[in-house]
């Protein structure tokens, strides 16, 4: 195996075949490993941390930072069906009779938020998750909205942005969102093998996702993502194949292509997906290697981990620049912003603290009904974690980092001598061809690019050093 140095747009999987990989290689970097959305990562959150922690971070956001614009993440639990794979927390319900309570919970929370953190500040993005928050009904859609229009000041050019299931979706859906101000729509589309479909309990027909991608852009959405899945039952590259011939005819702007995490000891639902019929490591490997060749031979940037997009595409413009973020929506754009999370199990990220609201719909809203924040648990960051969390996102940005650079952005005289116990982690990597290791900086090659979780696993000072990361806690890398 051998180093190949990395610009953004020079990522090929032509050298590294899936015999290039041992099976011992293999096991040493198909770790579980956290996903780095945030630094330090959920597990890690609190119990203790609760409501008035959560109510004191705003205030130190509203002295400290009364200038700085928002994010707002709106979480929808609810799914008509389950879909076996689903690591999202979800909420199964058939009928729409649960959302006029929902919503007025949400209106009553992002009351309770803008209260503590003042008025004024803007908001520059939107995104709204789920679960299916195309189960609104579409003058739900409208109505939420307003509600965010009302308690906040929306920017007039903000990015807004939701998830979609093409399962039950209507133009008028698609039109009252656009007229909503979204001007982005990813739809979950997995795979378009009828057998993989099946197996996964989400039968969708290419007709379908082809239809409801015409009528996204003819009533004006600008962008249209895709969100596949590798890894799941019944994949092979030769079966994938076909799903990549048809995203190629369809043509959507980004596509975020994730590996299936089989954690059913924390999803018990995905004890319906017959463990047999999974890839292994090795498989799902040599899949994604074929993802990332046709998709770069069709155009599309492999931006990092999961995440493709053409290279007019502003995350590629970000990433050029030097700007682009990581949160827990992936890959962003948007890193100057606090992140506002309503809804159940919504996470938000608000000056030096990570906060998470209840998960369970009866906990979240006797919160709401009592008028406290919903807050399950959290924590507050350490000039350490904030250290670490820039590292961590620059590196799997940037695929590099340059210590000079680095101890500029954090106040350090030797960004080089603070992480000297990361870089001491990341010699064996370095010696197996993942990550170049300079007097200047590191440099991940093409290679390391595939397991870059893994590497900025050496800057984690919660995990122990020299040990794998708890098997049940986290996703493999690949």
């Known amino acids: 195996m051998h180093a190949i140095s990395l610009t953004p747009e020079s990522f090929t999987p032509e050298s590294f075949t899936p015999e290039s990989f041992t099976p011992e290689w293999v096991q040493r970097y198909n770790r579980p490993t956290p996903r780095y959305t945030s630094y330090p990562t959920a597990p890690h959150f609190s119990d203790a941390f609760g409501p008035e922690d959560y109510a004191a971070a705003l205030g130190r956001a509203r002295e400290a930072m009364p200038g700085r614009d928002l994010s707002v993440y709106v979480h929808v639990p609810f799914c008509r069906r389950l879909c076996w794979y689903c690591g999202c927390h979800t909420v199964i319900s058939r009928s729409g009779h649960v959302l006029p309570r929902y919503l007025a919970a949400l209106d009553r929370e992002m009351g309770l938020v803008a209260g503590h953190l003042g008025s004024g500040r803007r908001v520059r993005q939107v995104h709204w998750g789920g679960g ?35 399962r039950g979706l209507t133009r008028a859906h ?27 309990n989400r039968v969708q027909p290419v ?52 590996s299936y995490a089989h954690v059913p000891w924390l999803k018990p639902h995905q004890r319906l997906i017959a463990d047999e019929a999974l890839p292994d490591g090795a498989a799902k490997l ?36 030097g700007r682009l973020h990581r949160n827990f929506q992936g890959y962003d754009v948007h890193g100057d912003l606090d992140v506002l999370a309503f809804g159940a199990s919504g996470i938000g990220q608000v000056h030096d603290v990570y906060v998470q609201n209840r998960k369970d719909l009866p906990g979240y809203y006797e919160a709401i009904e009592a008028g406290r924040l919903p807050v399950q648990r959290g924590i507050r960051l350490t000039e350490d974690d904030q250290r670490r969390r820039h590292a961590i996102v620059r590196l799997m940005c940037d695929f590099r980092l340059d210590w000079a650079r680095l101890g500029a952005d954090l106040g350090l005289d030797d960004a080089r001598a603070y992480f000297a116990e990361a870089v001491a982690r990341l010699e064996v990597p ?9 007097e200047d900086g590191l440099v991940v090659t093409d290679v390391g690019r595939l ?28």
């Open 286 to 321: 040599a899949l994604f290697l074929r993802i990332i060749e046709r998709l770069t031979a069709a155009g599309y940037r492999h931006v990092g981990m999961d995440h493709f997009a053409r290279p007019e595409d502003p995350l590629c413009q970000a990433q050029d620049a």
């Open 207 to 258: 007709e379908l996702v082809a239809r409801v991608t015409a009528w996204a852009r003819e009533v004006g959405f600008e962008g249209v993502n895709y969100d596949l899945v590798y890894g799941l039952p019944y994949q092979t590259p030769a079966s994938y194949e076909r799903t990549l011939d048809l995203v190629q005819e369809l043509g959507p702007d980004r596509l975020s292509v994730f």
């Open 132 to 166: 299916t928050p195309t189960y609104l009904a579409p003058e739900q859609i409208t109505a939420l909205a307003d509600g965010i229009r009302r308690h906040f000041v929306l920017d007039a050019g903000a990015d807004m942005s939701l998830e979609a299931d093409p």
């Open 430 to 438: 370095a010696r197996d061809g993942l990550v170049e290791l300079r």
């Open 451 to 478: 397991f870059v979780r893994t590497l900025a696993a050496a800057f984690d000072a919660y995990l122990t050093p020299g040990a794998a990361p708890p098997q049940r806690m986290y996703s493999k890398a690949v």
């Open 174 to 200: 698609l039109e009252a969102a656009r007229a909503a101000g979204f001007r982005r729509i990813s739809f979950g589309v997995q795979d378009f093998d009828p057998r993989v479909q099946e197996a996964i």
